[in-house]
Antibody, heavy 118, light 108 residues
Framework: EVQLVESGGGLVKPGGSLRLSCAAS????????MNWVRQAPGKGLEWVSS????????YYADSVKGRFTISRDNAKNSLYLQMNSLRAEDTAVYYC???????????WGQGTLVTVSS | EIVMTQSPATLSVSPGERATLSCRAS??????LAWYQQKPGQAPRLLIY???TRATGIPARFSGSGSGTEFTLTISSLQSEDFAVYYC??????????FGQGTKVEIK
């Protein structure tokens, strides 16, 4: 069974930093690209970042480019999102999602809430 | 950026009835369109990809159609567990995938 478990969310002040983690199990992690997708409270879904299976290709939404860094450790079956210079508008539930080659999101974690507030 | 527009925002349907949800893309996305279901407090679940292919384990009452810029998700006979928010997502403009704003299917 595919499982994705996020952690690392919490309350942080504007301008602060946070590192999210996603632990994967139930599939060959190193064979899949991985993604972060977020959802602001009461709002829709927004793709944030993607990383290819070998970390060769990395992409960011314009809204987070230069502030967020995605990475992965295939030996640990883990995905990460380093978030710096956080803003109030980054407040959201952050989901880790598996990405088969075509570009959709076939399995999602339960999400971790990031709140940016003073 | 490809803008995805879903209609209606809210759909009120009685159990057992058919629900038809629409999704329009601002430019052609071919058949690179997925649908997700999200229940309160839960993560989204993939329902349909390739505009019309059901994901693993998705009941046959869910069907998708369309191509280019116009897409439809049909739930043939609504069950109690189907009341949720549904999102469409294009993955033609990879990696800049975009979602619609969602359609809430509520009990009439």
């Amino acid at each position: 069974e595919v499982q994705l478990v996020e952690s690392g969310g919490g309350l942080v002040k504007p301008g602060g930093s946070l590192r999210l983690s996603c632990a994967a199990s139930g599939f060959t992690f190193s064979s899949y690209s991985m993604n972060w997708v977020r959802q602001a409270p009461g709002k829709g879904l927004e793709w944030v970042s993607s990383i290819s299976s070998s970390s060769s290709y990395i992409y960011y939404a314009d809204s987070v480019k230069g502030r967020f860094t995605i990475s992965r450790d295939n030996a640990k079956n883990s995905l990460y999102l380093q978030m710096n210079s956080l803003r109030a508008e980054d407040t959201a539930v952050y989901y880790c999602a598996r990405g088969p080659p075509v570009g959709l999101f076939d399995y999602w974690g339960q999400g971790t809430l990031v709140t940016v507030s003073s | 950026e490809i803008v995805m527009t879903q209609s209606p925002a809210t759909l009120s349907v009685s159990p057992g009835e058919r629900a038809t949800l629409s999704c329009r893309a601002s430019q052609s996305v071919s058949s690179n369109l997925a649908w997700y279901q999200q229940k309160p407090g839960q993560a989204p679940r993939l329902l349909i990809y390739g505009a019309s292919t059901r994901a693993t384990g998705i009941p046959a009452r869910f069907s998708g159609s369309g191509s280019g810029t116009e897409f439809t998700l049909t739930i043939s006979s609504l069950q109690s567990e189907d009341f949720a928010v549904y999102y469409c997502q294009q993955y033609n403009n990879w990696p800049r995938r975009t979602f619609g704003q969602g359609t809430k299917v509520e009990i009439k």
